[in-house]
């Protein structure tokens, strides 16, 4: 579990259409080292946590207590808008108990979130008359927890990638691209017959990617991103309206999933 030993805090407790949130003054903090685990997270007045975990170097993001996602759904959107920057959709894995959700690029959620400030979270379809669910949440600045649990994993305090987060497509290439070459990355040796891995990297321009990195992955102990990372050498994109050779630079990000 994410918020393993911390307590009952994946309560679902929200109904109304629009809520707004009441918050403590900073985010607790939960160190775990017998299983190399450092977390930073809050608890909000309708039952909604949020949380940032580093777990044996593995980074991600969570929200619990959400209204539950379709039985089949392993996605979901949730519309983000942090302080006065443009509301944007954002992709989240759903967890087994289908009220908690996993952000596909955690570290450049935390480096945001740790501001603190006025954060409003859409549902899609969210509240019990399939209206969108409306989240207004003061939420309190964190730098100190947040950058426990950057600084646990590696992850870059300030990061000018962070910048590129929104052009990336979550579940493909972004438009304009198409593998010449796709990453065939081998099923890690672990107990789980499926994970995922979401990766940016930065298109060269013959078409080679590099300066890849694993934004999250899941299971947290599954070894998918370093077997993610290892495929990248071997794969290449192709721009169809560009001259290969000459393809412009620019960050991409996409989601490799494993099954056995």
């Known amino acids: 579990m994410f918020f393993k030993a911390i307590g009952p805090v994946l309560v679902l407790g929200a109904s109304a259409t629009t809520l707004a949130q009441d918050v403590a003054e900073d985010w607790a903090l939960v160190h775990q080292p017998d299983d ?12 909604l ?24 759904d392993e ?41 603190g400030g006025p954060v409003s979270l859409v549902v899609p379809g969210g509240s019990e008359d399939g209206r969108n669910l409306r989240y207004n949440i003061p939420l309190p600045a964190s730098p100190n927890a947040i950058n426990e649990t950057l600084t646990a994993c590696e992850k870059p305090l300030v990061d000018a990638r962070d910048a590129l987060i929104p052009e990336v497509a979550e579940d493909s290439l972004p438009d304009g691209l198409v593998w010449s070459a796709p990453p065939r990355p ?14 940016s990297c930065v298109v060269q321009p013959d078409g080679r990617v590099d300066t890849c990195e694993v934004e999250s992955e899941f299971p947290l102990d599954g070894r998918y991103g370093r077997n993610a990372l290892a495929a990248m050498p071997d794969a290449r994109v192709m721009s169809p309206g560009e001259t290969q050779g000459q393809y412009a630079p620019r960050m991409i990000g996409f989601r490799v999933n494993f099954r056995q």
């Not at 580093?54 to 539950?68: E, R, T």
């Not at 081998?186 to 990766?199: D, F, K, L, Q, T």
Request: overall charge positive.
């Open 36 to 47: 190399k685990t450092t977390i930073a997270y809050v608890e909000l007045s309708s039952g």
């Open 75 to 115: 996605v979901r959107t949730l519309r983000l808008q942090v302080r006065d920057r443009p509301m944007r959709d954002t992709r989240w894995t759903v967890t087994r108990d289908r009220s908690s959700a996993i952000a596909e690029f955690p570290a450049s959620l935390a480096r945001s979130f740790r501001e």
């Open 186 to 199: 081998r099923h890690p040796s672990n107990n789980y017959a499926s994970g995922y891995a979401v990766v």
């Open 49 to 72: 946590t949020i949380g940032f975990r580093c777990v044996d170097g593995a980074y991600g993001a969570i929200i619990a207590g959400l209204p539950q996602a379709g039985r089949n």
